[in-house]
């Protein structure tokens, strides 16, 4: 989870589609992640399972951006799975959003 906060602070759109399940990444990622994004803080709330042993995991964390001079927060619970020793991100859901 951390990497990929990184990835998107560095617009490193490689690294994103890399850690990104094949199963759920937009084919036209890439123009989403940009530079014109201020990236200014990463705060995991919870993780569930996602261990040494586990094959699947759960990360809830806040992400506080700026753009456009508008400062924003981003609040997911993310879903992870292990394939070939490496860590990929499938979905998330927004545990702030209205029903």
């Known amino acids: 989870m951390r990497s990929r906060y990184t ?9 994103l589609r890399k850690t990104w399940h094949a199963s759920t990444c937009p ?8 530079e014109a994004v201020k990236w200014l803080g990463l705060e ?3 993780s569930q399972a996602g261990g040494k042993n586990d094959e699947t995991g759960t990360v809830e964390f806040v992400a506080r951006y700026k753009h456009a001079g508008k400062a924003t927060r981003l609040h997911e619970a993310s879903r992870f799975v292990r394939e070939e020793g490496r860590w990929l991100y499938v979905d998330g859901i927004f545990p702030d959003a209205k029903k």
């Not at 990835?7 to 690294?15: C, G, I, K, P």
């Not at 084919?27 to 940009?34: C, E, L, R």
């Open 27 to 34: 084919p036209d990622f890439g123009v989403a992640v940009t």
């Open 44 to 46: 995991i709330k919870r």
């Open 7 to 15: 990835a998107y602070v560095r617009a490193d759109n490689d690294y």
